[in-house]
């Protein structure tokens, strides 16, 4: 089994559409291992995206993680950073596949409703971020 994290991200609250993103991830075979309700500020945003510091987006980002609350969740299953990339589809809506999630709900490249860890090494950094072990439901069979 495989770990990713998934961040709701404040545009995916806002908009009501939590349950509805969720049914998706739990339609597609992921199990939920932890989840909880979060409200990034300046700093814990900034840490958590420091990787694209150097990137001209890395402020509005970081304003914009920091607009609303979140929700983190860690999912799991088999190829769960793969298969969970392909259910958001591509980070511009505009690119992304029909049926995605980002493709049906998502307004921008910037307001893209979720984020999703792009490889195990991220995923086990993001993870540790936001839960600490004792956070996350094992054996979930």
């Not at 998502?106 to 995923?123: L, M, V, W, Y």
């Amino acid at each position: 089994m495989q770990r990713t994290l998934a961040i709701l991200k404040p545009d995916c609250v806002r908009k009501n559409l939590i349950g509805k993103v969720i049914k998706r991830f739990e339609a597609e075979g992921f199990k939920i291992v932890a989840m909880k309700l979060v409200k990034l500020n300046s700093k814990t945003a900034g840490e958590f995206y420091a990787v694209h510091k150097e990137r001209p987006f890395f402020y509005d980002l970081v304003s914009f993680m920091t607009s609303g609350p979140c929700v983190p969740i860690v999912l799991e299953k088999e190829n769960a950073i793969e298969d969970y990339r392909k259910v958001i589809g591509a980070t511009d809506p505009a690119e992304a596949d029909k049926g995605t999630v980002r493709k049906m709900y998502a307004d921008s490249k910037e307001q893209n409703i979720c984020h999703g860890s792009d490889a195990p090494e991220t995923a086990a950094f993001e993870i540790g971020y936001f839960f600490s072990g004792k956070e996350l439901v094992e054996n979930m069979e």
